[in-house]
């Protein structure tokens, strides 16, 4: 695998891109620029391997639909913001932490190992209870932050954290 | 499993599993440099097919979920993640 080395100014350009999108949307990205511009790197690197911002700290499959949960920000990104007040490559961190109230920790890895993985069913799983048979519309789940919309489809985009379409799975 | 070998102090038979685009991997590989023991190191995101699945395997017998960085210490003790103190404590350092 030959990995093209991203320039210094693409990763710059790209911490900022994610800086001003977190910051709009109430996230913080790491204060530790060094740190956070390594991470940057790591994921134009896993860009220009599989085509895809997947995450720097996880091994990716190469396969878009295995990876998808580790496709940044990944689906347990605002899990362990709550539990460990960053996420496990501790790429964004919580306001504790940029105030300097709370030091990181390590964060334990909440995704499911590759045999646990396996055994979960792919693709949508609607709950079809009967008593929600009568719903006009279906419910979708953006899995990176949890927003729900009642509609036919899953929005193209998520309007509150901006992850695509499929990274929506049918909540009801 | 292909393992690059850094040479230092011998200090045991310590294994490094690692990513390359792993900052948390890469601050393993720099806490045990700065120690001065010899160590050996994969990057498993740069092995494909065969060697990659025999280096999983392996990382599995010692880390179930196969997460990284993780030290494996004299075949025995694992230390998963970046544990400055539980690597120095370890090493006896
Ligand atoms: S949000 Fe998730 S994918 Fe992105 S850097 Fe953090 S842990 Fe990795």
């Known amino acids: ?172 | 499993m292909v393992l690059e070998r850094v040479g230092g102090e011998d200090r045991g038979k310590i294994t490094l599993y690692a990513l390359s685009t792993c900052v948390w991997c890469n601050k393993t590989k720099k806490l045990l440099a700065d120690l001065g023991v010899e160590y050996s190191y994969v990057y498993v995101d740069l092995l494909k097919g065969e060697d990659r699945k025999s280096a999983l395997d392996e990382l599995k017998q010692h880390n179930p979920k196969a997460t990284f960085p993780t030290t494996v210490i004299d075949d025995g003790k694992c230390i998963i993640g970046f544990k400055e103190k539980e690597i120095k404590e370890a090493l006896r350092l």
């Open chain 1, 1 to 172: 695998m030959t990995d093209i080395e991203p320039s210094p100014e693409e990763v710059e350009v790209l911490r900022q891109q994610l800086g001003d999108e977190a910051e709009e949307m109430g996230y913080h990205l790491n204060p530790d620029i060094g740190f956070t511009r390594n991470l940057v790197r790591g994921l134009l690197l896993n860009e220009g391997r599989y085509g895809y911002h997947s995450c720097p700290c996880r091994l990716a499959s190469g396969e878009r639909d295995d990876d998808l949960d580790i496709i940044c920000p990944c689906d347990y990104r605002d899990q362990d913001l709550n539990d460990y007040a960053a996420c496990y490559c501790a790429l964004y961190v919580s306001d504790e932490v940029l105030s300097g109230e709370r030091d990181l920790s390590p964060v334990p890895e909440r995704r499911p190992s590759p045999d646990e993985r396996e055994k979960t069913v792919k693709g949508f799983s609607a709950p079809a209870g009967e008593s929600l048979s009568s719903l006009t519309y279906p419910v979708w789940r953006c899995k990176v932050c949890g927003y729900l919309a009642a509609r036919d489809d899953p929005p193209g985009v998520c309007p509150i954290c901006k992850a695509k379409a499929e990274r929506f799975e049918r909540f009801i």
